[in-house]
């Protein structure tokens, strides 16, 4: 079979072949890709932080990027030294006050007929089962510290110098549609950064207000339950589910009606994110139907586990510019559309 057809491009049977064996190497180094793509975050947010500091205080780039970095780390030590042994202390108390919190729950359930065939159909995991559950996931975590470092790595070198990745990417597409090519870059970099930028306030205010709260409320604690649903916030929907529910079961283990104003607190929680801060950090940015956030996060979990859960939103945002830009304003010429 000649390897090219007669115009001299490349034969069509051959073009089909790369692409399968690309995409098959690709759904192989699936977990590579998606690290590569959370170093790819970190970086658009130090670069950011990096160019707001350099204009501010009139640094050069780098000199403003290693600034913000000895920042960053100036910080986490401030955070460990400050209360990080109360954290570590709070979250062994709460790895060990979860099982008995779940049994007294499960007592107070059988008390009734309803509870007692919801027991009877699996409703409620025994605590052992919940205990070998935590178990494999701590040691997801543990794996994934090595991901992490890579992560930072990649982030730093694609912060400090972001130039030659760019170019590369620009050299792979005709001369023609280069400037196009540099526009679409440069949207899913503000697009990215003002997810992050969104993101990571809302973790903020979320793990605050609920810290705070549950002190209020006197939910024993409150700090480790805090900042678990802060974490925890970057799941859009599912995160206070997943939050939540400890901090509900710990309640309960002083009183149902403790159990009952903690679970009013993450509703009050999640309305005031949804309602008000998300809507006022995200003016600007890419919206995200419910719908297929939801989606996304399912269908990406269930394919790549803990990485898609935690990645399946900026990719979404990716794959929503790039049809936008791309196809609906490049394809079919339509550009009132705007951003959203």
Partial sequence: MPLTAGDGRLHPLLVALLVTGLALLAWRLVNVLLVAFGGVLVAVLLR??????S????????AALAAVVLAIVLLGVLFVLSVGPQVAVQFEQLWRALP?????FRDFVAQYEWGRDLLAAGGTPHPGALLSMASGLLG????????????IVLALFLAADPAPYCGGLLRLVPPARRARAAEVLDALGSGLWRWILGQSIAMLAVGMITAAGLTLLGIPLALALGILAGLLNVIPYLGPILSGAPAVLIAFAQSPADALYTLLLFVFIQNL????????????????????GILAIVGLGSLFGLYGVLLA??????????VRMLYVEDTLGDRAAGPA
Wanted: no cysteine.
């Fill in 140 to 151: 997801t975590v543990f794996t994934a510290l090595t991901d992490v470092i890579l992560v």
């Fill in 100 to 104: 008995r919190a779940l049994q007294r």
């Fill in 48 to 53: 950011h932080l990096a160019a707001k500091l």
């Fill in 313 to 322: 939103t900026p990719l979404l945002l990716v794959v929503m510019i790039l």
């Fill in 55 to 62: 204009r501010w205080a009139r640094l050069p780039v780098g």
């Fill in 273 to 292: 994110e949804g309602y008000v801060l998300t809507p006022m950090l995200q003016r600007r940015a890419v919206s995200i139907p419910p719908a297929l």
